[in-house]
């Protein structure tokens, strides 16, 4: 599929694996999901641009790689995306963070807004969006829209699982935005849940029902 990064690195589908088991307890599914998000963002930081700047190693002088002055902003759509967000700021701590709260109308499947904070001077900014699943697109759609609001210079979307329908609807909304996921499963059921899927991530996170 264009524009969508579907990351078969052996770790990755390893710890995913573990994660749809259904036996897999809170606490460890909250283990996997920082782990494999830092596997992800490895993956979705790998073209950050370098520049050099000039140090002292114990040995001598060099010329040395270091980020181009990068300014990211991590956007977790709440709730589950708070598990990945926080993988992802292991490796970018420096990295600010928005928050957009959406939740899922059962009877439309259509997302509600309910919070929105992102950082200021969001035009500076590389934003990678976040949430584990990206099935039927719709809050990942409305979430993107409000981010767009801010103008930020790049953004990408970073997904635990994706459903076909999703990304369709996603790239039909936002073909600009590049999708980063360690799966795209089957299809959806008929109340709007990824199959195979893992189930809904924000409860299996949270130890909720």
Same mark, same amino acid.
């Given at each position: 599929?264009?524009?969508?990064?579907?990351?078969?690195?052996?770790?990755?589908?390893?710890?995913?694996?573990?994660?749809?088991?259904?036996?897999?307890?809170?606490?460890?599914?909250?283990?996997?999901?920082?782990?494999?998000?830092?596997?992800?963002?490895?993956?979705?930081?790998?073209?950050?641009?370098?520049?050099?700047?000039?140090?002292?190693?114990?040995?001598?002088?060099? #010329?040395?790689?270091?980020? =181009?002055?990068?300014?990211?902003?991590?956007? %977790?759509?709440?709730? &589950?995306? !708070?598990? $990945?967000?926080?993988?992802?700021?292991?490796?970018?701590?420096?990295?600010?963070?928005?928050?957009?709260?959406?939740?899922?109308?059962?009877?439309?499947?259509?997302?509600?807004?309910?919070?929105?904070?992102?950082?200021?001077?969001?035009?500076?900014? #590389?934003?990678?969006?976040? =949430?584990?699943?990206?099935?039927?697109?719709? %809050?990942?759609?409305? &979430?993107? !829209?409000? $981010?767009?609001?801010?103008?930020?210079?790049?953004?990408?979307?970073?997904?635990?699982?994706?459903?076909?329908?999703?990304?369709?609807?996603?790239?039909?909304?936002?073909?600009?935005?590049?999708?980063?996921?360690?799966?795209?499963?089957?299809?959806?059921?008929?109340?709007?849940?990824?199959?195979?899927?893992?189930?809904?991530?924000?409860?299996?996170?949270?130890?909720?029902?």
């Amino acid at each position: 599929m264009k524009n969508v990064t579907v990351i078969k690195h052996p770790l990755v589908q390893h710890k995913l694996t573990l994660m749809r088991k259904k036996e897999t307890s809170t606490a460890g599914f909250r283990r996997l999901l920082q782990e494999i998000s830092m596997l992800l963002g490895y993956e979705v930081t790998r073209d950050m641009p370098l520049t050099y700047e000039t140090i002292e190693t114990p040995i001598t002088t060099m #010329d040395a790689p270091i980020l =181009d002055g990068k300014k990211v902003a991590v956007i %977790s759509i709440l709730r &589950a995306g !708070n598990g $990945i967000m926080d993988g992802i700021l292991q490796l970018i701590p420096s990295a600010r963070v928005g928050h957009v709260g959406l939740y899922r109308d059962p009877e439309t499947l259509e997302a509600v807004e309910y919070y929105y904070k992102v950082p200021e001077q969001m035009e500076d900014r #590389d934003v990678i969006a976040v =949430d584990p699943m990206l099935a039927t697109g719709h %809050s990942a759609i409305a &979430a993107i !829209n409000k $981010i767009k609001q801010s103008n930020p210079k790049s953004i990408k979307f970073v997904c635990l699982l994706a459903a076909p329908e999703g990304v369709k609807t996603f790239h039909e909304a936002h073909p600009d935005v590049d999708i980063f996921t360690a799966s795209i499963d089957s299809h959806l059921n008929d109340h709007g849940y990824i199959v195979p899927g893992l189930g809904d991530a924000g409860d299996r996170l949270f130890g909720t029902k």
